[in-house]
């Protein structure tokens, strides 16, 4: 049975390389060519896309549940292109003020995706991955009276403030402009999920679901959108891991794949009450395309060529950030080139943004070939990310898991929404050398605990 099941998983790696070749050299060659077939392509470059990712799972289960998150982001992100370019009746998009249409962006959108995620395979051994958990964690105490506190805090402001539902107004209006100073301090809620998930899976206490629960709870009643809930419970589930074969990344496939589905439909539900003028599959329409706008509009509008003046340029200003130049750089330099000036001042004036302008941004400087060989390395930076937070749950380090759930935030903002910058921050290096200290402290207590185990 064994070697039946060893003989199936070579067969289907050896598929596996044998599509790779085929996506790859079809990518390329339908853009250099401009071939006009574009539906047919598209879906066949689609459809062996998706053979790939399910070959991943069966054949790497752990390292794909661990890839959850990065499979719905990129699938929403794809879905929004092929709406924008394959949608029988073209519609206007009002954030980039450009009419729907056939672009030919879809088969490089496919080709950047697919290496972020090879280089996140590159980094990430599924052999490596643990198959257990041991019970141990430290500062337990510590983490909970941080996290009693800071609920408590939350929910004070909650109350005197009232909830963001019954005011009316989204995250950022009710976190800047009501709560103020204190707004930042209650999203910290948000990076203690990784370290309520450590304690559920080793301990199995429901008093960590419901902490989980009010965490959650406060970002809705603070109204935050969609993504950091999702967020928040991968966070959480991530030790999950240690549990995961071939039979249960099928179940959970479907039930995130069901949570998701439910949570759109609410979101959707609570935004058609704010907008009542959309009908419902028009709203949904425009919102899924808004995941892929930035990059259709910026592949048809701008010649593919080497911009370095330019992004040398927004490379210096990471390091001299000021009120002039913040929104000169990232997602805020995509959104300049692919609207109108009004329409930019507009956003800037409600406190909003786009969304998923990285690969547009390397793209638009770099060309394909920068975008595939950044976003390949981004991808390695993410599972070298995903191999220490595997380490931190082994260790049971819940303060260092505070630490490493803000990198997680970081990195998605920089991987996905071009917000670069955050990677030569000075945050980002506090962060690294708090980690580098709480893992010294660790290793100094474990190996005097192991000396006095011994004498």
């Not at 250099?32 to 790939?52: G, M, P, R, T």
């Not at 141990?136 to 609920?151: A, C, E, G, P």
């Not at 001299?320 to 956003?347: A, D």
Request: no cysteine.
């Amino acid at each position: 049975m064994l070697t039946n099941n060893l003989r199936i998983k070579h067969i289907l790696f050896f598929l596996k390389i044998m599509f790779v070749i085929i996506f790859i050299t079809l990518s390329i060659s339908t853009t250099i060519s401009k071939l006009e077939s574009n539906n047919v392509v598209d879906y066949f470059l689609l459809s062996i896309f998706i053979f790939i990712l399910l070959l991943d799972i069966y054949l790497t289960p752990k390292k794909s549940y661990l890839n959850l998150l990065i499979y719905l982001t990129i699938a929403l992100n794809i879905i929004g292109v092929f709406i924008i370019e394959h949608d029988p009746h073209p519609f206007y998009l009002y954030e980039v003020e450009q009419w729907t249409g056939y672009a030919g962006s879809i088969p490089y959108l496919l080709l950047v995706q697919f290496f972020f995620v090879q280089g996140i395979n590159f980094a990430l051994n599924e052999r490596k991955l643990p198959y257990y958990f041991d019970t141990r964690v430290i500062f337990k105490y510590s983490f909970l009276f941080l996290l009693s506190i800071l609920l408590t805090f939350t929910y004070l402001q909650i109350f005197i403030h009232k909830p963001a539902p019954i005011l009316g107004v989204d995250r950022f209006v009710y976190d800047k402009l009501i709560l103020g100073p204190y707004g930042r301090i209650t999203n910290l809620l948000f990076y203690f999920s990784l370290g309520l998930g450590i304690l559920f899976f080793k301990e199995k206490k429901k008093l960590y679901l419901l902490l989980l629960a009010l965490i959650e709870l406060a970002f809705f009643l603070k109204g935050h959108k969609f993504w950091n809930f999702v967020q928040i419970l991968f966070l959480f589930t991530i030790p999950y891991v240690a549990y995961i074969n071939n039979k249960k990344i099928l179940r959970t496939l479907v039930g995130f794949s069901v949570f998701v589905i439910v949570a759109i439909f609410i979101a959707v539900k609570i935004n058609l009450y704010y907008f009542p003028s959309f009908q419902p599959y028009e709203y949904v329409k425009q919102r899924a395309a808004q995941e892929g706008q930035l990059w259709w509009s910026t592949y048809k509008n701008y010649p593919e060529r080497l911009r370095f003046d330019e992004a040398l340029d927004e490379f210096n200003k990471y390091f001299h950030l000021n009120y002039n130049n913040q929104y000169e750089i990232g997602m805020y330099k995509m959104m300049y080139l692919n609207t109108t000036p009004k329409r930019f001042e507009w956003k800037i004036s409600k406190l909003s943004r786009y969304v998923y302008s990285t690969p547009a941004l390397l793209y638009y400087y770099f060309g394909i070939i920068g975008a595939l060989i950044l976003l390949m390395l981004f991808g390695i930076i993410w599972g070298l990310w995903l191999r220490f937070v595997i380490f931190t749950i082994i260790q049971g380090n819940l303060l260092q898991s505070i630490l490493l759930s803000r990198l997680f935030y970081i990195f998605r903002k920089a991987f996905k929404d071009g917000d670069i910058y955050k990677l030569f921050s000075v945050e980002f290096l506090v962060i690294i050398i708090f980690i580098a200290i709480i893992y010294i402290i660790t290793e100094i207590m474990t190996t005097n605990n192991k000396l006095s185990y011994k004498e």
